[in-house]
């Protein structure tokens, strides 16, 4: 009798704990957008884009700050940890110094949880847009053609 009451228990509780680490997915973070255009600037400029998302799991997250490509894209993070059902925004800050051009970079984001060791959910913020050089970068530009 006491065996087979502690197989149905262990088996509850094993159940539970299977349900409560599948619980968590990607859809509990949704971002107002995850593609953001900026309208054609002039180089030099810095660009500030905000991200706005919902989050409605059921345990606190943390944000593993993102590796980006370049030092020209900072990632400005929530400073605390996203609680249940909290909106949060994430901004990110682009210098086009020395950037002409088509611009389109990607942050991806991971978030974390310290209660669940394998909840493990990404997303990717993507930023996009047109570059126009500087007349200082014009002049250099002409001045090194004719140099040739």
């Known amino acids: ?65 993102p590796k980006v490509d370049c030092s020209c894209t900072e990632v400005i993070l929530p400073e605390d940890k996203i609680k249940p059902n909290s909106k949060k925004i994430i901004k990110i800050k682009f210098d086009t110094k020395d950037k002409i051009g088509w611009q389109e970079r990607s942050v991806t984001l991971q978030f974390t949880s310290d209660k669940i060791d394998s909840l493990s959910i990404e997303k990717t913020l993507t930023f996009k847009g047109m570059v126009k050089a500087s007349k200082a970068t014009k002049d250099a530009y002409k001045l090194s053609k004719r140099k040739k």
Do not use: C, W
């Open 1 to 65: 009798m006491k065996s087979s009451l502690f197989k149905i228990n262990l088996s509850l509780l094993l159940l539970l704990v299977a349900s409560f680490s599948f619980a968590q997915t990607s859809d509990d973070i949704q971002f107002e957008k995850t593609t953001q255009k900026f309208m054609r600037v002039d180089e030099g400029h810095i660009i500030t884009l905000t991200y706005n998302f919902t989050y409605s799991g059921i345990v606190e997250l943390n944000i593993i700050p």
